[in-house]
């Protein structure tokens, strides 16, 4: 692997943050696939800066340095934007510059990592820097994530009512705060669950498990989000770094 990665839980962010989390890559060894998973991350490296990735519609290979240390957190689904802003949709498939949205704040937090000598340091710097929203969830966030936790197989219409949202409407908003419609978040949602049942269970019961109709679907996805078939992809690197997505 190129990446040795660790997850932290998020403290008092956790409603909205799946983890911080630390990757420190190798030498001599090329960079890992980042799959498509739904969520936007803040992520800072020296070399790289401080970015945010927004939500991915397809496996992206970051070019990063042998022996750096990255540093993140990773928002769940529909959360960022109690941080960022409303800019999920302009963030799709991109890393951008947090200097961007935030400006001065961003520069400071970008020098304040900079000048940090641990990674722990660094997680406290971000969590400093994201102070709880005085808002709280509203129906359209309680509907996405009743999209992730279903493990994207659920009914959308039905998830639109639970938002007391017409279908329409919902695939506005959901748009709005991930950046995908709901059927693209609940295909990606579903594509992560399934590559990370993959380390223990065959493509077939993967699919059943999943709810893909069969295994020629779950394949057709995981051409497009990967640009290879299950088999054709590097079973343990693509494992291992969509192993944040078990349970």
Avoid: N
């Avoid at 129906?139 to 994207?152: K, M, P, Q």
């Avoid at 039905?158 to 017409?166: E, F, I, K, N, P």
């Avoid at 223990?200 to 996805?221: K, T």
Wanted: net charge positive; with cysteine; aromatic share 8%.
């Amino acid at each position: 692997m190129g990446l040795h990665y660790q997850e932290f839980g998020a403290g008092a962010l956790e409603p909205f943050a799946e983890c911080f989390w630390r990757g420190d890559t190798a030498a001599g060894v090329p960079a890992d696939p980042i799959p498509p998973d739904g969520c936007m991350d803040i992520v800072f490296w020296p070399e790289g800066g401080l970015r945010v990735v927004g939500a991915m519609t397809v496996t992206q290979t970051a070019a990063l340095p042998p022996q750096t240390q990255l540093v993140g957190i990773r928002f769940r689904p529909g959360m960022a934007g109690f941080f960022l802003g409303g800019v999920a949709p302009e963030l799709v498939d991109r890393w951008t510059p947090l200097e961007d949205l935030w400006g001065a704040r961003g520069r400071r937090l970008h020098q304040e990592l900079g000048d940090s000598a641990s990674a722990a340091a660094r997680f406290l710097s971000l969590s400093r820097a994201l102070p709880l929203p005085e808002r709280g969830l509203d129906c359209v966030h309680r509907a996405i994530s009743a999209i992730v936790t279903a493990g994207g197989a659920v009914d959308l219409d039905w998830v639109a009512s639970q938002a007391r949202l017409s279908p329409r409407q919902f695939r506005r908003r959901c748009a709005d705060e991930t950046g995908l419609s709901p059927k693209l978040l609940a295909r990606v949602v579903r594509f992560r669950r399934a590559a990370a049942l993959a380390k223990r269970l065959g493509w077939a019961a993967v699919a059943a498990e999943c709810g893909y109709s069969d295994q020629p679907h779950l394949i057709r996805d995981f051409r497009e989000f990967t640009g290879s078939a299950p088999g054709g992809f590097a079973r343990d690197r693509f494992v291992q770094a969509t192993a944040r997505a078990t349970g």
